[in-house]
């Protein structure tokens, strides 16, 4: 009996994923020839930006679920010298739109904000790739989107999950391929381009076959000569505005004209003498980050072990409180006062973590939002970058649902998102996530919704330590914070860390999700706390790189990408 146990703990380790490790650069994303065109730009020299850029647009072509040009998302970088930067390209609402323009005449929510034509946001990502580009990179630009173009023009190889992902968006309501976001029933047949590009009218791909996109060879093409004024105020700009107007859609010229990716500064915090820099506003992920790992903080959550009924009692709890005071106070900062500092008060979050009782649960009727103003003075995809410099990118950018909108722009071939389900469409009602959110993220012209998003670069005495993020929907924060607290405060590599079962709080739905990995006897411990546990797949795919030291001194770069998700890649050299 004692041999066939160890036979099994054998067994078991020796199936166990392992990080890829290298010392001088290092690309981890969810799609491998996208990983792959980032790698290529760092041998060739670039930078860790140079190598964003690449990755981002390959992505566009090699994962059309969640990678874009149509879409939008946020940048943080860390600079070998420590300097820090947050670029926000996020999606803005179009200029015709307003507070009530998703409800029916019977007051209730359309699927207008999910699917079709008016379901979109204004495009951040080519004019956020152009601004990091025109300050951080070194590379030409058209050198950058070669990639792109050769894999949209040439093909690539269909694998399983691509099959599959673009098979179930043809027919049925499923969790979008790699993530949580949920794909609409049948999303990509409902638009003849959509239904002739992606599903073959109809002939499915197969695994093995070449997939090709020359519309969006061509839209990448003119981009990569002409640069994000292409997209904004070019052929593409006035092709997307007349496309929008025959089928009753919002953005026009002169909302691409006027967008503009904007620099923020990065969120920042501390944590047992780690530094974190993160994602600021209009993103709810960095804010939700740092204030739960306040909360965690001597409180001794650890003390029962990883995956504990003590440990995920209290991350229950503390993500219970966050994603109370999220929906209460989080919006786009050029609309909304926030109480951002009040949030991250020491003061307010000793009295957030005294009122989680460690024996019993909390009706989330009753942890509701805090009063922070006291103390005031789906489908997404990420991936982590570092180069030979030490200079570090983490990006997470998304169509919100599986294929955004299921519109794909005739004659661009690209996809456009469905982002404006993010926006609170009816304040107090849950969105497509379960989530319930307040006025402050109400629908206004030029606004950008919030976002779970949560790229984040975590260093220690001024040397890079961590840079991670996910995919996910509102799923996205607390697979970051469990994955970040299973490296730092369980001692475990980085695939260990990701590859470990999670749970999801958000406060409502007022019950915990537990994927599988939760043990039946842990999940009743939790109950008789008082806990609703539901087993169900929670969702996001963390995406990180941990910067390890061997016995010797050595320093590695350890990068792991989420199995959750299908088939990404770390590579590294």
């Known amino acids: ?109 359309t699927r207008d904000n999910l699917v079709g034509w008016r379901a979109s946001g204004v495009p951040g990502t080519v004019r956020g790739m152009e601004l990091v580009h025109r300050k951080f990179a070194t590379k030409p630009w058209p050198d950058l989107l070669a990639p792109a173009v050769e894999l949209a023009q040439r093909g690539f190889r269909v694998t399983h999950g691509f099959a599959n992902s673009l098979r179930s968006a043809g027919k049925e309501a499923m969790a979008a391929q790699g993530t949580s976001a ?44 002409r640069g994000a004024k292409d997209f904004y105020d070019g052929e593409t700009a006035r092709r997307l505005a007349a496309e929008m107007a025959k089928h009753g859609g919002l953005i026009t010229e002169e909302d691409l004209k006027s967008y503009r990716a904007v620099e923020r500064a990065p969120l920042t915090g ?137 519109v794909t722009v005739p004659g661009l071939g690209m996809l456009l998102n469905n982002n404006m389900d993010n926006f609170a469409s009816q304040p107090g009602e849950a969105n497509a996530y379960g989530l319930i959110q307040g006025e402050v993220n109400a629908i206004q012209p030029g606004k950008r919704p919030v976002s779970s998003m949560t790229p984040s670069i975590v260093s220690k005495d001024g040397k890079l330590i961590l840079v991670m993020g996910a995919p996910g929907g509102t799923r996205i924060t607390s697979a970051v914070l469990q ?39 842990t999940a009743a411990n939790l109950r008789r706390l008082g806990h609703k546990v539901e087993y169900s797949t929670v969702g996001a795919l963390v995406v990180g790189i941990h910067v390890e030291t061997d016995p010797q001194g050595r320093k590695w770069l350890a990068g792991a990408w989420d199995e959750r998700g299908g088939q990404g890649k770390a590579a590294g050299w």
Do not use: C
């Open 483 to 521: 994955a970040f607290l299973n490296v730092v405060d369980f001692g475990m590599n980085i695939q260990d860390a990701i590859d470990a079962p999670r749970i999801h709080h958000q406060w409502m739905p007022d019950q915990i999700f537990a994927e599988r990995g939760i043990s039946p006897d």
């Open 182 to 225: 949920l794909t609409e029933p049948g999303v990509l047949a409902r638009f003849e381009e959509s239904k002739r590009i992606f599903l073959r009218g109809g002939k499915y791909f197969e695994a093995g076959e070449t997939f090709r996109q020359p519309d969006l060879a061509l839209t990448l093409a003119r981009i990569q000569k």
């Open 1 to 109: 009996m004692r041999f066939a146990a160890l036979l099994l703990a054998l067994s078991t380790a020796a199936d166990a994923r392992q990080p890829v490790r290298s010392q001088k650069g290092m690309v981890v994303a969810q799609e491998p020839n996208a990983a792959d065109a980032g790698l290529r730009v760092l041998e060739s020299g670039g930078n860790a930006v140079d190598a964003a850029i690449a990755t981002a647009m390959a992505l566009a072509v090699t994962l059309p679920a969640a990678g874009n040009i149509g879409g939008g998302g946020f940048l943080v970088l860390r600079k070998a010298d420590g300097t820090t930067a947050f670029v926000d390209f996020r999606e803005r609402a179009p200029m015709a739109s307003n507070r009530d323009m998703y409800l029916g005449k019977d007051g209730r929510l």
């Open 270 to 406: 501390r944590y047992k003498g780690l530094d974190i820099a993160t994602a600021a506003p209009p993103s709810s992920g960095g804010i939700g980050l740092l204030q739960m790992l306040a909360i965690l903080e001597n409180s001794g959550y650890e003390k029962g072990g990883q995956n504990s009924s003590a440990e995920l009692h209290w991350l229950a709890e503390t993500m219970r409180r966050f994603y109370a005071d999220r929906g209460q106070y989080l919006g786009d900062p050029d609309f909304v006062r926030m109480p951002l500092r009040g949030l991250l008060n020491k003061e307010y979050i000793s009295k957030r973590r005294l009122s989680i009782d460690p024996d019993r649960a909390s009706p989330s009727t009753s942890a509701a939002f805090g009063d922070p103003n006291q103390y005031e003075s789906s489908e997404t995809t990420h991936f982590s970058i570092v180069d030979a410099e030490g200079n570090a990118v983490a990006v997470t950018y998304t169509l919100n649902g599986g294929y955004g909108s299921g």
